[in-house]
């Protein structure tokens, strides 16, 4: 980091004569595309970015620097990428002097880094996950010199301390407390896009965590891709469970979130660690991806359906008021009509209280990628819409469960810009809505239940 900061130096200058020249800072606007670990990331960039000198808009047409960190774990999250390129190719006719930087996921992948390089050549800057800390070099060099600046080399195992980071929110904080996957489930490219597990000292977590709740940070939300995993690489005897109970301990914090962990490794220690820490949300987002024996082996998920369910069954008795969620993926190219069957009977049998279902999206270089579909395209819609159908109707009846009670609930912003309903989150993490005043924002209040939605609950602020 001591070389990146005097890339920094350097370019703060640079904008401080621009400020100058032309009664302004310049402008950067960076977007996110991806999951939490992909916005963490986007904090570190613009975190970087601030300490180069810029400013920050939301708009790319005000942008004199647009950076877009990429997804690539679904086709339509690259889509979305490349018709914004198609869109910014346009902008740059016309203000030739702006800068476009790709990171992340997406451009970790040589084919796609190729991609770019042919067709979208008013690109000036690439980088892939590995190089997101050695940003302010790779700017530098892609402001000071012609053609693209390229940098997708592949892991090399280091994790950058410091760098600095503009956070999203003040009262809720992503802290991430590891980097990588090794589990290379057959349909997925995060293990060959973020690189082998590798997890941060239990030290600098917590260090990390005390600054935040230092600066009036009350929720800490953990992050990792398979957090049951964390410290495996440490070899100092510290586990996530661990870790927990540590966060648990720090001043200030009021509530500790973390995902994902994998149904393969979840412990009775960690179930402990939920049951006995006082500041850790009674939550689980434990995906399980599909009912079938047979498809969760072509999968490589390392567990059966009976093993999944006993380890629920085990949570929901020590842990009663658990929040649960999960992943789901429909049309597994090998999936059939009778093992789909068999997703449906756990979500039923679970009832968890809010899925994230996908349907299956084929990914260049993944094992998966390789075998033939069972169902057609109209089939595995069909299978999609009967599973939103089952949830939904559970999501709903749980949150009916919540009707007359009164909840503990974050703040997190207006429900919707310029409402007076404001929407927040209750310790499980169902969402909130309730009228009330922006002066509430960040802080906890009590809020009285009052009717039931799909997705989220209505109620009213009580004392
Ligand atoms: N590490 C986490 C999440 C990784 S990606 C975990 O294992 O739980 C988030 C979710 O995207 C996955 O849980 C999976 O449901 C979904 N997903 C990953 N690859 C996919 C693909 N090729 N097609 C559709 N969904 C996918
Ligand atoms: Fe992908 Fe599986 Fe790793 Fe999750 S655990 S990131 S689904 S390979
Ligand atoms: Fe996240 Fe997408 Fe990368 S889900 S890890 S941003 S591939």
Redesign the pocket.
Known sequence: MSEQREYMARLREENNLFAVNNGRKKRACAKTYG?QQNENDTERVCGMLEECGFDFTDDEADADLVVYNTCA??ENAEQKVFGRLGILKHMKEARPDMTIALCGCMVQQEHIAERIKKTYSHVDLIFGTNALYKMPKLLYEATHKKGMTIDIEKSDGVIAEDIPTKRESKNQAWVSVMYG?N?F?T????PYVRGRERSRLPEDILREVKSLAADGCTEISLL???VNSYGKDLKNGIDFADLLRMVNEVDGVRRVRF????PKDLSDRLIDAIRDCSKVCPQL?L?F?AGSNEVLKRMNRGYTKEQYLEKIRRVKEKVPNIFLSS???VGFPTETKEQFEETLDVLRKVEFDRI????????EG?P?AKLDFVLSEEEIHENFSRLLEVQNEISKRKNDAYVGRVEEVLVEGESAKDSDVLAGRCPGSQIVNFKGGRELIGKYVNVKITEAMTWSLNGILVD
């Open positions: 999951c774990v679904r996957c589990n489930c349909y997925c490219i995060v990792g891709q398979n995902m994902t962990s994998h987002h995906p991806q992943d789901v993926i994230f279902s996908f349907i299956y999206s084929k990914r993944t998966a």
